[in-house]
């Protein structure tokens, strides 16, 4: 991000807690639905030095990893099959048509029945969530593919499978981190659903405990935590995706 966008972007947030900061202290908005954003600022100061935010940001992270990690080789199976191995795809593709149509939280209850309300329903929520941006943005990459590049590797005597790791592959490579970065953020905004499910820790959990206690402060402070964790992660990834590419991709929301 330039100079000039950062100045921007302070500015905008500036003027949203300059207004935040009115409302609230005009009484505009009880301070019980909005609390000030010293009140909340004061909140996020206590969490920080007992550490209790640290553990919850570290057990979300850890679980939106794994189904990030899920989802991801289950897509880029599924999509190297529909290449590979055509008309084995067309006893899945319709099944994923159908799924992806389906909200994840619709299938809350069917899963806490399938698994009980552990880790793995946690986490099947994320992978439902992340799986479908995944692999859609790595089906257009291979399915997109030059056709004469492809035909250079026939010429050459390239199987199937050879010229899509030799020839698909690399020319997906775009599409492919594109899609896991849009994934990589749906995991992030599965973890609040995702961790409402009897969780004992996690920043969904906190905003649950935190809305029964009636600490809408607290609330605000998952909330926003959850937003600078997920921003942080989408720039590091975005970072990645330019080294690898070498700066050559731009996606219009850098």
């Known amino acids: 991000m330039n100079k000039s966008k950062v100045i921007k972007t302070s500015i905008s947030v500036a003027i ?3 207004i935040w900061t009115i409302v609230s202290e005009m009484g505009i908005v009880s301070s019980y639905i909005l609390p000030t954003p010293a009140k909340v600022l004061d909140s996020f100061i206590k969490m920080v030095k ?3 935010i640290f553990e919850d940001i570290y057990i979300s ?14 897509a880029f199976a599924l999509a190297m099959i ?12 319709g099944i994923l048509q159908f ?12 899963l806490i029945l399938w698994f009980g309300i552990g880790e793995t329903t946690k986490i099947g929520i994320i992978v439902l969530t992340a799986f479908f941006p995944i692999y859609l943005n790595t089906v257009k990459g291979f399915v997109s593919c030059d056709k004469k590049l492809l035909e250079v590797g026939e010429v050459y005597g390239y199987s199937k499978v050879s010229s899509f790791f030799k020839i698909r592959l690399p020319y997906a490579i775009s599409d492919i981190l594109v899609g896991m970065r849009i994934g990589l953020g749906y995991s992030w905004r599965a973890i609040i659903s995702a961790e409402m499910i009897a969780a004992s820790a996690g920043l969904g959990h ?3 405990f935190a809305q029964q206690m009636s600490r809408t402060d607290k609330v605000i402070v998952g909330i926003l935590v959850i937003g600078v964790v997920g921003y942080v992660t989408d720039r590091l990834f975005a970072w990645i995706i330019d080294k690898a590419l070498r700066g050559s991709e731009k996606n219009g929301w850098d």
Do not use: A
């Not at 992270?61 to 289950?74: D, E, M, N, P, Q």
């Not at 799924?99 to 069917?110: A, D, E, F, G, Y």
């Open 82 to 93: 529909r290449i590979i191995l055509p008309k084995c795809s067309d006893y899945y593709e």
């Open 50 to 52: 007992s550490g209790e």
């Open 61 to 74: 992270y850890i679980r939106v990893l794994k189904g990030f990690f899920i989802s991801t080789l289950v």
């Open 99 to 110: 799924l992806k149509n389906v909200p994840p939280l619709s299938l809350i209850s069917l």
């Open 206 to 208: 906190m905003i649950l």
């Open 16 to 18: 949203v807690i300059l």
